[in-house]
Every structure is written in structure tokens, then in C-alpha cells.
């Protein structure tokens, strides 16, 4: 849902204008799924990333990383990716366009349902655009693109189709296949039948080295790379967990048909953490810090059963009840909520979605999305998943590296076993090259059948067995000794389980543009402004001589190198165009303060300081307004602080 | 050269154990070519962009983008780098070893020149491993890897050798297969002989969308994302010249045979600047402020007669005398070295180089490299480019944008043209179809031709034209006029030239670690010390209790939390090492300074505060070592002032 009187075609054309991000290499025609970032946009990402490190790396003192975007296929075949890594897609049947499979489902129901409410209304016919006003044509099967049919389904088909798309994200390829047949989903352009979905794994695929024998892929997320120096990690930790590692960097998937902006695009953004934990102590020293915080929660449960309403509850309350699972996962919930608001995401606009179980990651055991609610819908911006033991554990056993944490026991354990001890000095004799694999046998073989092997040898027998290799090998009790002996152990080991908390820096950040954005009536037409917080606005102070008269000059140029030299973003905007024009542009470059020249400055060093969301005015001498300016930069002040100590300038003067 | 004592297997160690970088995928064997950056690297890493972003984006007012890694491939066609972004590399003939060509040239080469200096020094035989005090062995044709045999070669042959090292990078493929057949160059690990070299493109290809039918490549630079945004940046500019934009960014080479760690890699964050200025106007407003800095230059002409000594002079006798081309390159070269010697590199191991012609990019025009010193010799790790008007130029051509400038000109330009003006009513209907080749034809002409058309013409005769599908047609005067007018230009256009500026982080971070690296003799051997300037060390401050004590856990955590609110990256050890182990620790990672809590902290509430450099403390209450330490760390203050102002500590107390 958008917010009220929002027109996303204005909003585009403001951030195109501004160039915030515009499609790549567009003077090629572009790529789907590939944007720029222009300078007004990779100011604002590199002030989203800021906050971010000091929010998390720094605050709780992670270990960040900056690891290989190239990956060689075994780790992701390792990992699950080469195997599940995948969408479902599927083709029209008469011109080859590719859709994917859910999307596709989702895109017919919900017209269908519209159809359904225009036909109740009373509405006949077919609706194109905007969908309230569109002129009502009669329906037929084939129509073009974008089109609503009108027509009434019974009750039990319209709330069957609401819980498929309240359950949608659970289903897997067959069952939209199921689906498409059941339903008759056809092409969304040309109403034409389409194929049965097919897997199209999302990686790029590249070759590594001059030979081309290497296969590797651009990795999918950066989580590989922080579990596969999981124990550098661990001894830089002095050898204790908990602990987290952090990464910021590109990740790439080939997604089907990319729309929608930057929050579906090829290659993106992303800040990805890794919390790896005693999976028996998954509680968190600074948990009481946030228990009380109360959160918009969205439960597995509630989506089954078909609904979307939200559960406000304390984190508290949540962790208690078992609805999220531990004290971790609840106190990552909390900080990513934090950092979302402090970043200036709407409150109101925020949920926190659990996954349902087919839904999950294939390494998943238990995850919350934080969404985002803009134009395009809920949005996961934030994917907070407790991936369980499962990525160390797969390594380990692909690598035989001992992804564990050996931590000493406060008292020692003891424990009864069985234990094999082979006589090497007749074994190796006797058995000769095949030695190893009449080890390999013994080795295999569990506590009750070393046992009975032994009992069967004690009676001085040789006792024939099948190795791995097929033959058969006689045994006896000069060959091995089999016993019952108490084992103390002083070291527990175990494989830390590893809550993620991963953030799509793209989708948030186009979230927060929507959520800054409103309109203010100007001069002579209502104009843009993003109402971003100070600590990622693009700039934080324009800085702009009445008219380009050369009296100006000097103060400008001053101002602009005390900003420079107090670390503040600035901006001259010394064009010709009129202060309200430029004080407009600025608004739509979300830049915080400006701080204006005029004739009065020449006679007695005065600057006027204008907040960019009261777009009120103070007037002060030039060394105060810095100071005032660089304290509300690091929110060691607010503008209402400012404006209750310093009287309200308002005799704007025109250039003479 | 490495510098004195510098023992770089000890080195690596500890870059290793402090977790610097890594290879990555090491559990999976690791791929050449590929690092990961830990904690200490990457935090070292983040401080040099800080530092780069705010000496060339923030003080020079530059243009940040972000732009995708993902780039298809009519863009890189159109650049030129699919058919000229190429290495060549030859292969062992009998075990299919690859090797780049250039390289193997160069070790054979400087083998043969050893052995020569063996020889001549008297020692006959084979050396290995550490040449000067390896054992004689009888010179072999065949012999093992890494060996040089010490066989004298002529003074004549001596020399040829030295000259074609020196010019090495102006060798292309077929002049280094020469060399490789005239001067007997084998494989250096087999001594077999090699293939001729073929050329290797060194970009990493990928496809695009589920169809597979759109080819891509990783980028191998991020100029071109620059170059295609030209019109949104000139737009965002106000459409004035000269600006830059730059990018920071991971871009992607396939390397033949990567080695030398940081130095060669596959996968890379580059900072890289484009500059475009008008073509007529390469001064630079700023250069005065630099004419006077003194370089250390190694133009072209002295490689080129097989020299390498170096050209002191300041940027402005350089400019004045064409060595360097043009102010702005020679401002850029200022801007460079500035920035180097900021973070730490030693200017006495950094020279600029300048391309000899072979050498320079297919773009370039005029190229300097800023070539630090380090073990691994003199290494590329920025390149001052000038790119001239090529790639605007190309992109323009190929998608018929028009990236160009257009400037008001102060008074309007006369022109006389020859003006060919069609009377379309007629032309068209005579020519039907065939119109649009006949234009086209005529457009061709140019002024010669179009007069002596005039002339024919005006005879009132018929005039046969050949047009471009090769049939003849009819021209006669009511067809169209001819004439000399005059016409006014308001406004020059022109393709701005680019200036670049191109840094590798990586091998500018390795060659800088090396450079800060030293040994202190300790308690009881000698320690590693990496004296990071504190704008870029990857922690600013440790803090130690000097016991585990929990008495001293207060304090330790009111430190860390007031660093935190301070924004100090700090680091809490309270492991149970000796004192003197931890603060060797710290020494390992760089840490500028170090707080220390210990009994006296107790009773009376001071710290002591070492710097590591020095190894100096002093002492004073925890508030005041705050200030103290947050002054140094914004260079407000130095070391030598603080402990010119505050008593030396010298009684550094032991755990109780």
C-alpha cells in the first residue's frame, strides 16, 4: 500500500532527476535488474552504511570481513546453493516469454480478485491503468496486459484465492505447478497457456584461471566466506564464542525477471552478520536491555490459518511465549528494528514476518523478515534467520577442518566406551595393502557389534568378515584388542550455531525514500521533499549566495571551506536560478540545512540557517551559525533547541 | 628491494596470525589469486577509503557513483577491451604449465644476470634457494625451479639483457615471442621449451537473465560506468566542465598467473577518478598551490635508452618542460602523492613512472604510474592516465548519444559553410523510395564536390549521381540549392578529455604495511611493529586491565564505553597473557595507543596511556587521558607535545 496522495511516477522522476540511481548502461538500452548509483544515491548509501558499521560492528564489536565475491563451485555445492539455490520459472507456450512461477500466480489471483470486487460493485467489463476510473469494456479470455476482467467468483473461490496468497510464499515448484493446471493461470501479456515450472538456479556462473577448468560462481550472499574463516575468526577471538562477524559487500542473483525497481534487482548491496553461538546458550547478556521493546510481529501461525494481522507484542513477552525462538534471535529482532527506525523507516510501516516451513532457506531453522511496507507492498528488507549448525557442519564434513569450539569443562566428564585397539605390529603383517580397509571396517562398526565381535573372538576362533572392498578377511584376537574403559574428558566440543541477521541495503534504502518523501505546496506547484534524518541525508548543508553577484564570494568560499574542514557534507549551489528555486532542488535532494548569503552578510557577517522539513529560518553571525550547525550535525541539538533560543528570521530578502 | 633486515616469511606470519588476510577458500584448498580481509585488514582497508574519500570526493568536490560489476558485452566491445583487454601467455610444451609471457621472460632473464654476477664473483655451479652461500654445483642445462646457474655471459650479452628488462612493458606479444626464440627462454620450472605466446583476455565472462543469451562480463575497471553516466553527471553539474566523478569499487582481472599476494589478484577494490575537462583547458585553477612539491620521476626516454634513475623535480619545472603534459596531470600526480604519504608510504621507496608508447592502455594518451617500493620490487599501484577524449568518443559513436558539452560561446563565431538546402516537395515525390539513398549521397559530398555540383547544376542541365545502392539518378536544379552562407555559432561543443586516476587498494594497503613494518627487540626476542599512522591503524586503542582482577573490570568498561561514545575504534584484551604479551600483541596489529587500568587506577582513577612508536606512558586521571587520547587521534595534537606537557610513567607496575 502506498501512503496517501503518493504518485510514484513524481517520485521517480525526482530521484531520475537527481540522479539518486538511474538503470545501467541505459545509453545501451539497459539490463533488467542493473542500476547506478549517482551521487546523490551513493552519498545516501555510504551514510546508510555508516550508521550500520557504528550501529552493529562497532557497538557489539564484530569481527567484520571483506571476502572473495568469486567462489569456487565446490563450496556452493557444499552449501546447498548449486542444489536449491533456485526459483521456479515458466515459459508461454507460444512466445517464449519467461515469467516466474509465483509471481506469475500472484499477478493472476490478484487480478482476479479485483475483477471480483469491481464485478460485486457492480462494474462490468474490463479495467486497464487505474483501475477505479478505467471504462468498463466487456470481458473476454484473451486481454491485453495489465487488464482486471470483471467478474464475480463465488465466495469459496475468492477466499480460496486469498489464502493461496497468504500462503503463497510456501509453496514449491509442483505445487504451483498444481496450481497453474488447477486454476488455469495463463500468461499474464497474452493469456496464452505457459509450461510447467522448472528450477533456474539464480547464481552466475564464471570460470576461473586461464585454463577454464575451474567453475566458480559470483556468490549469492556473503555469508560463505564468513563460515569458511570461521576459525581464524574464532582464534582472533581468543578462542571464545559468542562472537559475530560482519561483512558489507556486492552480492549477485540472476533473478528471473527482475521489476520493481531496486527491490528486485541482479546485483546488489548487501550487510550480512554471522552471531555464532553455544547452541545450548542461545540466550544474550544484553537481553534485558531490550525486553521491553515492543515489536509488530507476523506469525507462521497466523498466515496458515490465511490472516495478516499483526501481533504487537514486547520482545520480552515473544521470547517467553516461544513465538521467537531465543533470547538471540529476539535481541538481533530488537537492533535490527532500532537501526531501521534511527535510519528514519516508518514505525507504522514495519513488520516482522515469520517464515513458514517450506518457506524457510534450506538451512533455516527458524527466520523472521523485517518488511517494509512502500508502494510495491510488504517488502523483506531484513532476513533474520537462525541457520542452526548447518553451514559449519557441511563445510566440515566436505573439508574434514574442525569447524568446532573446544571449550574446557569445569569438571572433567567421564564416560563409559568401547574402545578397538589394533596390534599394528601383526596387523599391518598380516593383512598387508589391504590393511586400511580392514581398519576402515573395524572402525565402522557401532559399540554392540565391536562387542559381539569380541565375545566372538575371545573364544579363541577366527572370525571371518566382510570388509568395504567385498572380500573377506579372517580375524583373531592376536590381530586387536576390544575393551570396556572410562574415558574422562576435559573439553566440550561443539559446532556453534549461527543466527544471521541480513540486510538488502538497496531495498531499505529505496524504502526510506518513499518513507521521507511527501509533498509541500511551493510558489507556484506542490514539490518534493525528502524529510531524510540528518545522519544519512545525501548533504547536510547547502550552502548559496543570494545572486551570483562577486560580492558573495568570499563568505561562500569561507563557508565552504569550514564545512570541508569540520568533516560537513556540503554543497554550493551558486547557479543562476532563484533561491526558492534552489532552496526547492535542495528539498528534493533531502540536504538538511542551507545556510544563505545576502546583502546583509556583506554589512555585518550575518548568515541566515534554514531547516529543510519547518523551512524556517534563523539569522546569526557566520562563526556562530557553524557552531550551531555543526551541533545539530551530531545531534547534540534539535532544530526546536535551536529555534527556542535563536529568534525566527523571516524578512527573506530578493536579489537587488 | 626490500629494506634492510626485512625478512618477509616473518612478516607474513604475523599478517597471518593477526588476521590481516587470508587466502580464501583455504579449507578448500584456496584459489590463486583470491584474499580475504579479516578484522584487522578489513578495518585498515575501511580507513584508507575514509582517508581517500575525504582527500580527493570531499576536498576536490568530486562526483560519487556506484555502478554494477555486471556489464554486457557490446559496452566492453565498444571500449575496446574485449579484443585488446589481453595478457599473453605461452605454455610449457610438455607439461602444459601456463605462464604469462612478460613474466617468464623477466625471471629468466634476471636468473641468467645472476649467474653472470656469480660467475664474475668466481662461484661456478648451480645455486638455490638464498643465493650468496649456496653450495657450487656443475652448471646443467636442465635444472630445477627457482635455481640460477652461474655461467658468465658476455659483457655485450650482459648488457641486452639489462636493456630489454628495462623496456620489458614495451614488448607486445609477437616481439616477446621473438625474444623467447632468439634468447632460448624455457620454462622456468622444467627448463622445457614453450609455445609462442597467444593472448588471453583477462576479463571474467558471465551470462545475463534466464535465456542465457545475454553475454556479460565482470568489470575489469569501473571507468565505464562512469563514462555511460557522462550526461546524468554534466546534467547534475549544471552543466559545467571540468568535474570528476569516482568510484570506489571491486572490479575483476583473470589473472594468467597471480602471485606476489596483495600484488596480483583476480578479484580487487580499486578507487579510481575521471576527471573531464575541456580539451583547450588543461590548467588547473589549484595548481599553484602544488607547483613547488618536488616528485620523484622516471620519464619515459630514460627506460627507453635502458635507464632508471630518477628525475627529481618540482610539479612545475615538470609541466613547464612537457615532461608532464599537462597541469592537471601534474596536479593529480601531487594529489597522489600526497594521499600516500599520508597513509604511510615512505617517499623515498615511491617514484612516478611514465608508459613508454607500447605500454599505455589502448585508451591513453600520455600515463604515469605511481610505483611503490617494496620486496617485491617497484609495483604499479596508482596510474595517472590520460585517457584524451577516446572513450566518450567511442560510447558516442556506437549509441548515437551526444556526449559532449556545449558552451556559450562569449561572442558568437562566423562561419562561411556551403550549404546544401532540398526542395523537398520535389525531391520526394521524384524519387519515391530511393529518396532517402539519394540524401545520403548528397549529404556524403563534401564542400568541393558540392560546388561543383552547383556548377553543373546551374547550367540547367541533367547531373547523374551514383548513389549508395549503385543506381545512377537524375539531379536537377529544381531539386535543391547550393549556396556559400554564413552562419553564427553561439555555442562550442566539444568531447571533454578524461584524466584518471586510478588507485589499487590492495597493493597500495600491502606495500604500506610493509613500510610501517619494523622489529623492536623485546623481552626475549624481537618483535614485529606495524606503525600505521593513526588515521589509518585498524584499531586506535587497546585497553588492558593489567590483571584479571575484578576489580578492575569498572573502569575497563567505563573506557570502552566512553571510547565508543567518542567513536574510537578500540579494542578491550583481557585475556590472560603478561602485560609485555599483550601490548606485543598490539604492536602486531598497528594500535596506535594503549590504556592501561592496574592497582593504582584503584585507589586514585588514573590510567596510563602508551603510545607505540615509542613505547612511552604517561599517567594521569581516566577524564583527562580521554581528551588527551582524542586529540592525538584527531591529529590535533602529537605524541611529542603530550608527553612534552605530562610527566613520563616509567614504574609500570606487575600483577599482584
Known sequence: MAAPNFDRTELEALLSKRFFYAPSFSIYGGVAGLYDYGPTGCALQTNLLTVWRNHFVLEEDMLELDCSILTPAEVLKTSGHVDKFSDFMVKDTKTGDIYRADHLVKGVLEARLEGHLLAKMGKLGVTGGDKKDAPAKPAGKKVKKGTVVAVQLSDEVANEYQTILAQLDNYDGPGLGDLITRLDIRALDTGNPVTPPVEFNLMFESSIGPTGQLKGYLRPETAQGQFLNFKRLLEFNNDRVPFASATIGKSFRNEISPRAGLLRVREFTMAEIEHFVDPLLKDHPRFAEVADVKLRLLPAATQLAGGSDITEVTIGEAVQSKLVDNETLGYFLVRIYKFLIRIGINPDRLRFRQHMSNEMAHYACDCWDAEIQSSYGWIECVGCADRSAYDLSVHAAKTKERLTVQQPLPEPIIEDVVQLTLNKKVFGPRFKKAARVVEDHLNSLDESQLLALQTQLATGAEVPVVAGDGNTYQLDASLLTIERVQVKHNVREFTPNVIEPSFGIGRILYSLIEHSYYLREGDDAQRGVLSFPTCVAPFKC????????????????????????????????????????????????????????????????????????????????????????????????????????YPLFTAQEVPQ
Chains 1, 2 share one sequence.
Not at 561562500?556 to 574542514?565: E, F, G
Not at 529543510?612 to 551559525?625: G, H, K, L, N, Y
Open 542 to 645: 547547502l550552502v548559496l549566495p543570494l545572486s551570483n553577484a562577486e560580492v558573495f564570494n568570499p563568505t561562500v568560499q569561507y563557508l565552504a571551506r569550514q564545512l570541508r574542514r569540520l568533516g560537513i557534507a556540503a554543497k554550493v549551489d551558486d547557479s543562476s536560478a532563484s533561491i526558492g528555486k534552489r532552496y526547492a532542488r535542495n528539498d528534493e535532494l533531502g540536504t538538511s540545512f542551507a545556510l544563505t548569503v545576502d546583502f546583509q552578510t556583506v554589512k555585518d557577517q550575518t548568515v541566515t540557517l534554514r531547516e529543510r522539513d519547518s523551512t524556517q529560518q534563523i539569522r546569526q553571525p557566520v562563526d556562530q551559525v557553524l557552531v550551531i550547525l555543526k551541533e545539530l550535525i551530531a545531534e547534540e541539538t534539535t532544530w526546536k533547541d535551536v529555534v527556542a533560543k
